[in-house]
């Protein structure tokens, strides 16, 4: 039975997994144990230092369809240390829309209804008419910017491509340069596409 999350749940279940020196999932590796660690202090300021722009202060100021954000993500995910935080307090200026958490290994049927160029990448944030519960589109696995940077990185040779930490110390750079206003530009746009 895989189990979903409000926002402030999913809060208490990361900070348990980090107090217990552990992952969620079959791999407990230490390398993804760190990874866990680490995202949950990336999160937490993420989430202090969120400040929504004008743009989408005003746009959910005057967003009134009732919808939920489905969220797909791991504690150990880089990219959703980032996402994730700056998703729920995008939605909490509105009180349109709900935020639920799942994570990816538990919902893989989920899950594969939304691949990035046949990967699991997360996080996902699903669309859902909160009235029908119809699924309208995602959002995700990351801003456009940094998806570009992922497939740039896959496209080079092995050889010639920096260590993988490099790589994910580089996205963590950019993202907190970015200082989440990608994230929000982005989802506006989605909603805006969907909305009209």
């Not at 039975?1 to 409000?6: C, E, G, L, V």
């Not at 990608?182 to 506006?188: G, M, N, T």
């Amino acid at each position: 039975m895989s189990m979903s999350f409000t926002h402030s749940e999913y809060k208490t279940f990361f900070e348990e997994l980090v107090k217990q020196g552990a992952t969620t999932g079959l791999n407990q590796s230490n390398r993804l144990i760190e990874y866990t660690k680490l995202n949950l202090s990336r999160s937490k300021r993420v989430e202090k230092k969120f400040k929504p722009l004008q743009e989408t202060r005003a746009f959910f100021k005057n967003f009134n369809q009732p919808i939920k954000l489905k969220i797909i993500t791991e504690p150990w995910c880089g990219d959703a240390a980032q996402i994730v935080p700056a998703l729920t307090a995008i939605a909490e200026l509105s009180d349109k829309i709900e935020v639920e958490i799942v994570l990816r290994d538990e919902n893989e049927e989920l899950m594969n209804q939304h691949l990035t160029n046949g990967g699991k990448a997360i996080p996902v944030a699903i669309i859902i008419d909160a009235e029908t519960n119809e699924t309208l589109g995602h959002w995700g696995p990351r801003p456009a910017v940094a998806q570009q940077m992922v497939m740039d990185y896959k496209a080079k040779p092995e050889n010639e491509r920096p260590g993988f930490d490099e790589f994910v110390q580089e996205m963590q750079q950019w993202y907190n340069k970015d200082q989440t206003a990608s994230i929000q530009k982005e989802l506006i746009q989605k909603l805006q596409e969907l909305f009209g």
